[in-house]
C-alpha cells in the first residue's frame, strides 16, 4: 500500500528542508554593502520570483477575451 493522497513525501519534505536551512545560512552571510548594482538587481530580479504569484498564461483565443467599450453613447 502506498502514501495517502495529499501526504507529501517524506524524502521530498527532507530535502526541501535541508534546502530551506542552507539558503537561510546564504542569505544571512550575504552583505549587500559590498554587492555592485548589477548584482543586487540580479538578487531582486531572482528573489521576486518565489515571492510575487505567477500570473496564469492566457491562451488568446476570442471567447477567453472580451472588450468593454472605452466610450459609451447614449442614444435619445
Given amino acids: 500500500m502506498g502514501r495517502l493522497v ?10 526541501k ?4 536551512t ?4 546564504v542569505v544571512s552571510q ?3 554593502t559590498k ?3 548589477d548584482q543586487e538587481i540580479r538578487m531582486l530580479q531572482i528573489g521576486l520570483q518565489y515571492l ?3 500570473l ?3 491562451s488568446g483565443e476570442p471567447e477567453d477575451i472580451w472588450e468593454q467599450p472605452v466610450f459609451f453613447r447614449y442614444l435619445y
Fill in 6 to 15: 495529499g501526504v507529501t513525501n517524506k524524502l521530498t519534505t527532507w530535502v
Fill in 17 to 20: 528542508d535541508k534546502l530551506q
Fill in 22 to 25: 542552507v539558503m537561510d545560512d
Fill in 30 to 32: 550575504l552583505d549587500i
Fill in 35 to 37: 554587492m555592485t548594482t
Fill in 52 to 54: 510575487l504569484p505567477k
Fill in 56 to 58: 496564469k498564461h492566457a
